[in-house]
């Protein structure tokens, strides 16, 4: 039974009573009756805001949101109150994985930091190898195979190991041991060193004699793909088994939803996460409000932005409403808060419907009473932590699936023997100098024989094609004289040349193998003396560096004294070359080096020759004929 039954009932109820009591009341009564209800259902409605209702934790279909929205507001519109829906808009967005670029970004750094490797240049290998770490880290989500992470934990072990931080390379070590398998630390171009491949199998022990944890992953959507340090361990739920503590980097994704990835400390005790799917809301303090509802949450960050929407948007309402549901079975959960422009709330106690809504009026009997009297005088609270929406509402959850987790081992030989093995770590031995020294010896000499070889092949081209040339030119000359005697002498002078040449080339090869078993052997004596003449060295160049400081610091001393000795000395003459008066300022004269114009002295003389011939030739007009001037003058005199 809704509500307007009951005021039916009501008013049908007093009717009959003013009936049967016909002497208190007449007809005139009951038509007074009647035009006080036609005054009551003509006054207007009291505007109320609503926040469309949201789903807590995906627990209820959409379908179901509109259902129940639709009954809880058909009894607060009986009750004559006008509710505002406002539009959030905040549909789902395309979302675009950003996880291929992401993963391409990564491969170039690492091909950077496997040729700085190669190059022995283990800085720069450390910060390309970083700048991954740092990355996956920050997109957790993004990580969707093992190769960058641990090949780039591994550059780093490596290039500390060679630079001589032994500590910090063992904390990498450790995580490497942790997070990653050999195989996957093994993959790149780079050969690791000896030092490496023992470092690493001292951490996979350490690891070992740890107490292994336990990991549970959850997810909001079924069928979500779970990912663990970039290995993919099948869908959600999951609980790894014996996994190795410290962090790991776990996501969690789905087509066309976005991915949640976060860094997980995990101990000896078992850990769980939640992961939250959700498409991309639109409007940043919007959309965190309807998460934090569907989070079943209302935070002071959601209920500012509720108390900023009713107050520019409301149109004249002063009351607000939030609404959240959630279905457990064949039970709808509804929970109702009340809010105003000042940020208070008003908690309406929780509903529970069924699913055919028949319940509506019982549950919210007293709520239209309740939410009159706020919109008079609000009286509620204000919000000083999170507040649970539906309190004691649990998750619906599907059955785990165990997955063990297989990490670490013996250690694969990640490099050869030989020359990447270089570094602080391990200095070369007598065996290790006397090889290298063989091989380079070895490569001269094939160098030395591949040069003789071609030195041969271009002088027999060269005697092919001198024979050639000669052998045309014998045909030019058939039909004249031949002159075979000098033919005949001069390929005996060529066959004694090459000869001659042959020769030399036989001495040059005698002296080239002299000379190597005289380095070989002088290279023999000093294998033991590398490593004192490499400290002499570094000595000699320490002592050389003090000593050119100290020369310039003395030079620079010298500098300075003739600076000074030479300002005394310039003083007498100083004086010497000033002027000054009694009542003047004294002036100082500056020597100027002496330089004649010559360009300067013929443009004056040209000119001052120009202005005396000028000057002569106007005297000679003025002066030259005064007769011829004064020949038209008459003077009348009295």
């Given amino acids: 039974m809704n509500g307007i039954r009951l005021k039916r009932l009501a008013f049908s109820l007093v009717l009959s009573a003013l009936t049967l009591t016909g002497a208190h009341a007449g ?30 934790w995906k627990m209820a ?31 789902a967005k395309a979302y675009k994985d950003p996880s ?19 190059k022995l240049r283990f800085r ?37 190991l060679r630079r001589g931080n032994a500590k910090r390379a063992e904390k990498i070590l450790d995580k ?28 996979n022990s350490r690891r070992r004699r740890r107490v292994a944890g336990e990991l549970v992953i959850r997810s909001d959507e079924p069928h979500a793909q779970v990912y663990v340090n970039g290995r993919s361990l099948g869908e959600a739920p ?28 995990v101990g000896s005790e078992a850990v769980e996460v939640w992961a939250k799917l959700s498409a991309k809301l639109g409007g940043a303090r919007k959309g965190e409000m309807v998460q934090a509802l569907r989070d079943n949450l209302l935070t002071k960050g959601g209920l500012s932005s509720a108390s900023k929407l009713l107050s520019a948007m409301g149109k004249g309402a002063k009351v607000g409403l939030f609404g959240v549901i959630a279905q457990e079975g ?17 908690e309406f106690k929780p509903m529970n419907f069924d699913t055919d809504f028949l319940t509506t009026g019982t549950e919210m009997y007293g709520f239209a009473d309740t939410l009159k009297a706020l919109t008079e005088r609000f009286e509620g609270k204000s919000l000083s932590a999170d507040l649970a929406l539906i309190p004691k509402l649990k998750r619906a959850t599907l059955p785990l699936r165990d997955v063990p987790w297989v990490a670490g081992g013996k250690a694969s030989r990640t490099a050869s023997r030989g020359a990447g093995d270089r570094g602080p770590l391990r200095r070369r031995t007598a065996e290790d100098r006397k090889r290298e020294a063989e091989e380079r010896a070895r490569q001269r000499e094939e160098e030395r024989q591949k040069m003789f070889e071609d030195r041969k092949r271009r002088d027999r081209e060269d005697r092919d094609r001198r024979s050639a040339r000669r052998d045309s030119q014998d045909e030019g000359r058939r039909s004249g004289p031949i002159r075979r005697d000098e033919r005949r002498g001069r390929r005996d002078r060529e066959e004694r040349a090459g000869r001659d040449r042959a ?33 002499r060295r570094r000595d000699a160049r320490r002592e050389g560096g003090r000593d050119r400081d100290r020369a310039e610091r003395g030079r620079d001393d010298d500098r300075r004294s003739d600076r000074s000795r030479r300002r005394d000395d310039d003083r007498p003459r100083e004086a010497a070359r000033t002027w000054s008066g009694d009542d003047g300022p004294r002036r100082r004269l500056r020597r100027r080096r002496s330089r004649v114009n010559w360009g300067m002295v013929g443009g004056i003389s040209a000119a001052s020759v120009l202005a005396i011939g000028g000057g002569y030739f106007a005297y000679q007009q003025l002066t030259g004929a005064p007769s011829e001037v004064n020949v038209g003058v008459t003077w009348n005199t009295q």
């Fill in 503 to 535: 020769d030399d080339w036989d001495r040059d090869d005698d002296r080239q193998r002299g000379r190597d078993r005289d380095r070989r052997s002088r290279s023999d004596r000093d294998w033991d003396d590398d490593n004192g003449r490499d400290d």
């Fill in 61 to 91: 279909k959409g379908e179901l949101v509109a259902e129940t929205y639709k009954n809880v507001a058909s009894e607060f519109r009986q009750a004559g109150f006008d509710l505002q829906s406002y539009d959030l808009r905040v549909d």
């Fill in 27 to 56: 007809a005139d009564d009951v038509d007074d009756l009647l035009s006080e209800g036609n005054k009551e259902a003509k006054k207007p409605k009291v505007p109320v805001f609503v926040i469309p209702f949201q789903p807590v």
């Fill in 238 to 265: 999951v609980r790894i088994k014996e996994l190795p503590p410290g962090d790991h980097v776990v996501g969690v994704i789905k087509p066309g939803l976005k991915s949640w990835g976060q860094t997980v400390k």
């Fill in 100 to 118: 291929g670029r992401l993963t391409q970004v990564w491969k170039r750094e690492l091909r950077r930091a496997e040729q700085y490797t190669q």
């Fill in 330 to 346: 064949a039970a709808i959960r509804v929970r109702l808060i009340a809010f105003n422009v000042a940020g208070q709330i008003h």
């Fill in 176 to 203: 490497l041991a942790a997070q990653c398998d050999p195989v996957a630390a093994s993959k790149g171009d780079a050969q690791l060193s000896t030092a490496f491949e023992e470092a690493i199998a001292d951490a």
């Fill in 124 to 160: 720069m290998a450390k910060k390309h190898a970083s700048k991954v770490i740092r990355q996956i880290l920050q997109n957790a989500e993004h990580l969707r195979s093992p190769t960058e992470l641990c090949r780039s934990l591994a550059l780093v072990a490596e290039a500390d």
